[in-house]
């Protein structure tokens, strides 16, 4: 049986501000949130050419779509009106400016200080999904089972092949970007949460990380939510990308819950495993070979993706999302990955205003009318 009440979700993207004619970052977030002031949603994020928004906490995937609908087309909006696109990618397309762009605030100034070329290669853009759990014991036994399910949700959301004016040829650039950052690494098994907070001490003083906010765990207990937060993916090209990864990570939590409630034990694949799995995920996105994360041997990705389907089918049928699911399936299969679309248009771009121009219609386009934004 699922918890009583169904898991909430939120999520948390982040976003490029680019120039539309030259393509380059624009440190205009500064700006950009003081024309928004008020508005739920948007914050300040590592570099000023980014910007972050957030969901409300959610009940429903309809409920979530229209968030994600709502905060994209009011960036978008507020965007144009400060000069600047607001594009959905995982990486910049065209260099950025690295620590001269650094959000003028005190813990990013530590950071660095203390990781100096680590922090100006980490002005990329994730989505970050977040799904209530009953505590935080339950949190931690929800971690050890979606382990195995990460390389699969990159793969479904690999969204930045183009970095510094040229194809990198990895479908998520951002992933081995981030990646070298010490803690961002899937989640261990533990124990329970006092190993988890154990474990998150030792690696904070041995300077791995500054803080438990900065320990970039693929998937973790969230510092500021009663939430876990599963930080693999790319930010999606449009918000239904978002709203298909929020419903099947909802759909892995739910599914957890009901194995922890009838005590099943958790998969044990080992980390070098999921590692390959998720190398393969940046690189090929769904086009190409992954890795079985339970043995270890070549697999197709969209047969990972319908065994994550029929992992969390009864949990997606119990929440009301299996006909959402299939649908968003459905349509990313026949488009293609937000990967696929950026080199897609990279290929047919003249110039680098006909790519920032497609990318950023590709960002909003679902939404139906602009929410209006004054200027300040």
């Avoid at 948007?42 to 906490?57: C, D, F, H, N, S």
């Avoid at 965007?79 to 762009?101: E, M």
């Avoid at 119990?318 to 959402?324: K, N, S, V």
Wanted: proline content about 9%.
């Amino acid at each position: 049986m699922i918890a009583r009440r169904p898991p909430t979700f939120g999520v948390e993207e982040e976003f490029l501000l680019l120039d539309p004619v030259s393509g380059h970052p624009v440190p205009a977030a500064p700006r950009l949130l003081r024309l928004l002031r008020g508005r739920p949603g948007p914050g300040a994020e590592l570099m000023r050419y980014q910007l972050e928004t957030a969901t409300r906490v959610c009940d429903s995937a309809g409920q979530l779509h229209a968030e994600l609908l709502r905060l994209r087309h009011m960036a978008s909006e507020a965007a144009r009106v400060c000069g600047c696109r607001l594009v959905a990618s995982g990486t910049s397309p065209y260099p950025t400016p690295g620590l001269a762009a650094l959000t003028d605030d005190l813990r990013y100034r530590e950071l660095a200080r203390r990781y100096p070329r680590l922090t100006a290669a980490s002005g990329t853009c994730a989505c970050h999904v977040h799904v209530g759990v009953p505590s935080r014991e339950h949190g931690v036994q929800v971690l050890a089972r979606l382990r195995p399910w990460l390389p699969t949700l990159l793969a479904l959301s690999v969204n930045s092949p183009v970095e510094n004016g040229r194809d990198t040829g990895w479908a998520s650039r951002r992933y081995p970007s981030q990646a070298r950052w010490p803690t961002a690494s899937p989640p261990p098994v533990f124990t329970d949460a006092a190993a988890y907070d154990r474990a998150l001490g030792k690696l904070i003083g041995h300077g791995a990380a500054l803080d438990e906010r900065s320990v970039y765990l693929l998937a973790r207990l969230s510092p500021r939510y009663p939430t876990i937060e599963v930080r693999v993916a790319d930010v999606g090209a449009d918000a239904d990308t978002a709203l298909l990864l929020a419903v099947l990570v909802r759909g892995l939590v739910a599914t957890a819950l009901t194995e922890i409630t009838a005590a099943k034990p958790p998969p044990r694949p080992c980390r070098a495993t999921i590692l390959a799995g998720l190398d393969a995920a940046a690189r090929h996105g769904l086009t190409g070979l992954a890795v079985d994360p339970w043995t270890g041997a070549r697999a197709q990705p969209w047969a990972l993706v319908h065994h994550l389907v029929d992992h969390t089918g009864r949990a997606l049928a119990t929440l009301g999302d299996a006909e959402t699911a299939a649908g968003l399936l459905d349509a990313l299969a026949a488009r293609g990955t937000g990967a696929d679309r950026q080199r897609a248009a990279w290929r047919r771009a003249k110039s680098p205003a006909d790519l920032v121009t497609e990318l950023a219609r590709t960002t909003w386009q679902a939404a139906d009318e602009p929410v209006p934004v004054t200027t300040a």
